[in-house]
């Protein structure tokens, strides 16, 4: 069956880089993504990549994906105050139209002044 | 654009009650998907709809939980009797499979079941 494996915390001092990671086992997905959630509001896509790219940059934001360990890592640099909050992983198969997302626990981000 | 709206945001209710949540997705979005989010947890699908049609349904508790989408716009969840270990968040989310199939989530509605 599917499932997807992230660490529960993760703290950083203010300015640092963020490295959260996540493992899954699907070798099937179509895509993968990371999702923000902020205490209070509803799931926010941050990024995603196609299951045939190694790595996406988007700003502050790089997704680098290893097919053969099946890992998955999202860095965020520069880390801000307002990057605190809980970040999902997240597989997508997609096969015979059924494609609902198989998320991670996710992980706590917490920022350090 | 508005985004995926869910009544209500909170409900309190007893066991053995029934409750039922309501999802309006995003304009024009055929894909409609319910999620159910245990504190401490990340979400996990309930069920799938394509326009009125179910696609996936086999995480959905059959024997407590409903879902309908009469018309393939707005859709409807229901718990009926509702358990203890059903205290959670239902997200709905919708999507018009774009280029990378992105779910726009609504805010959910955060059940307690006492």
């Known amino acids: 069956g599917e499932d997807v494996e992230q660490s529960l915390f993760l703290s950083v001092r203010e300015g640092d880089s963020s490295v959260i990671n996540c493992t899954y086992t699907?070798?099937?997905?179509?895509?993968l993504y990371w999702y923000k959630q902020e205490p209070g509001a509803g799931l926010q896509l941050l990024t995603y990549i196609f299951s045939n790219m190694d790595m996406k940059q988007d700003q502050r934001l790089t997704v680098l994906l290893n097919k053969k360990d099946k890992h998955l890592s999202l860095r965020i640099a520069d880390t801000q105050t307002g990057d605190s909050a809980i970040y999902f992983c997240a597989e997508s198969y997609s096969g015979g139209g059924a494609d609902g997302l198989t998320f991670g626990k996710g992980t706590h981000l917490i920022i350090q002044p | 654009e508005a985004g995926v709206a869910q009544s209500p945001r909170y409900k309190i209710i007893e066991k053995r009650q029934s409750v039922a949540f309501w999802c309006n997705p995003i304009s024009g979005h055929a894909t409609l998907y319910w999620y159910q989010q245990i504190l401490g947890q990340g979400p996990k699908l309930l069920i799938q709809f394509q326009n009125n049609g179910v696609v996936d349904d086999s995480q959905l508790p059959k024997d407590r939980f409903s879902a309908e989408r009469l018309k393939g716009v707005d859709s409807t969840l229901k718990i009926q009797p509702a358990k203890l270990e059903d205290s959670a968040v239902y997200l709905c989310?919708?999507?018009?499979?774009?280029?990378?199939?992105?779910?726009?989530f609504g805010p959910g509605t955060r059940l307690t079941v006492l």
């Open positions: 699907d070798s099937s997905s179509t895509y």
């Open positions: 989310a919708s999507t018009n499979r774009g280029a990378h199939n992105e779910q726009f």
